[in-house]
Nanobody, 115 residues
Framework: QVQLVESGGGLVQPGGSLRLSCVASGGIFSSYFMNWYRQAPGKQRDLFARISPGGNTMYADSVKGRFTISRDDAKNTVYLQMNRLKPDDTAVYYC?????????WGQGTQVTVSS
């Protein structure tokens, strides 16, 4: 059983920055691919960033060059540094991992980009 808890969301002006954290408990964090998804109102939940156990990263085009995913295996934590935020980045942000056939989600953290 894996538990994921996100934090760091909030209200930020366009062009601003936020850093999200996702702390995992249970299991062997260092062996997990970790994902960040987001879901805007009325839209589906979309994957936009992933980091492998070895630290390789993947980004959706919509966030490439602005967002950075990283991990600290000693702290069982995955981070999302978000820079140059846009109103279109407004969403609930979720971290996620798949262990075997089980998909584990955090509770989500709201990010609102507005002036």
């Amino acid at each position: 059983q894996v538990q994921l808890v996100e934090s760091g969301g909030g209200l930020v002006q366009p062009g601003g920055s936020l850093r999200l954290s996702c702390v995992a408990s249970g299991g062997i964090f260092s062996s997990y691919f970790m994902n960040w998804y987001r879901q805007a109102p009325g839209k589906q939940r979309d994957l936009f960033a992933r980091i492998s156990p070895g630290g390789n990263t993947m980004y959706a085009d919509s966030v490439k060059g602005r967002f950075t995913i990283s991990r600290d295996d000693a702290k069982n934590t995955v981070y999302l540094q978000m820079n140059r935020l846009k109103p279109d980045d407004t969403a609930v942000y979720y971290c996620d991992t798949v262990v075997g056939s089980a998909n584990y989600w955090g509770q989500g953290t709201q990010v609102t980009v507005s002036s």
